[in-house]
């Protein structure tokens, strides 16, 4: 099992270019996530996928917008690259029991990350 | 807004000695709670979970729940080098749809 994969690795833009970050996981997991990591604010939720068919919006969704393709794969897309959108992205999947209290099935998992620079 | 807290660091610990790790959280409808370690440029790795009240051990790892003062704690035994990294405390709650709420982590360093 490969887990979480992520593409790119690293990608540099300049400011009002487009691209789509792709994350896919074969863990046959409900849920999927896409994060942001930035110095001093730790990572927080971007979008979000709790089944095939449904996102949900997360902390800070402005400027993003996401697309889950099939149970495998969540992708994310920034339409119009801003300088403030240089960070580190996180893709990551849980099994998710859906409807059940807290326990096993919550856990998420992470993808290895893109380093994205918009100059 | 459901916040978790954690010290920043960096925890200075000898090799040999125990690390612990505190986070307090906001919400009381919290059900699970995670914590991942996270070596620089790379990505967050589970390490522990919990979701009742005590303690939880796995090898050198004990992570410690009181929902009661809405604290979790990670204790790591024998602390080598390796285990020199971030260490985020993550927590949800059901309301939410189980998303992950995260702490800003604490800096671990591990001195030989």
């Known amino acids: 099992n490969a887990g979480v994969t992520q593409t790119p690795k690293f990608q540099v833009l300049k400011t009002g270019q487009s691209m789509t970050l792709q994350c896919a996981q074969d863990?046959?997991?409900?849920?999927m996530y896409w994060y942001r990591q930035d110095p001093g604010m730790g990572l927080r939720l971007i979008y979000y996928s709790a089944s095939e068919g449904t996102t949900d919006k997360g902390e800070v969704p402005n400027g993003y917008n996401v697309s889950r393709l099939n149970k495998r794969e969540f992708s994310l897309r920034l339409e119009s690259a801003a300088p403030s959108q240089t960070s580190v992205y996180f893709c990551a999947s849980s099994p998710d029991r859906r409807g059940l209290a807290g326990g096993p099935g919550d856990e998420q998992f992470f993808g290895p990350g893109t380093r994205l620079t918009v100059l | 807004q459901k916040e978790v807290e954690q010290n920043s660091g960096p925890l200075s610990v000898p090799e040999g000695a125990i690390a612990s790790l505190n986070c307090t959280y906001s919400d009381r409808g919290s059900q699970s709670f995670f914590w991942y370690r996270q070596y620089s440029g790379k990505s967050p790795e589970l390490i522990m979970f919990i979701y009742s009240n005590g303690d939880k051990e796995d090898g050198r790892f004990t992570a410690q729940l009181n929902k009661a003062s809405q604290y979790v704690s990670l204790l790591i035994r024998d602390s080598q080098p390796s285990d020199s990294a971030t260490y985020l405390c993550a927590v949800t709650y059901k309301a939410a749809g189980n998303k992950l709420t995260f702490g800003g982590g604490t800096r671990v360093l591990v001195k030989p």
């Open positions: 863990m046959n997991h409900n849920s």
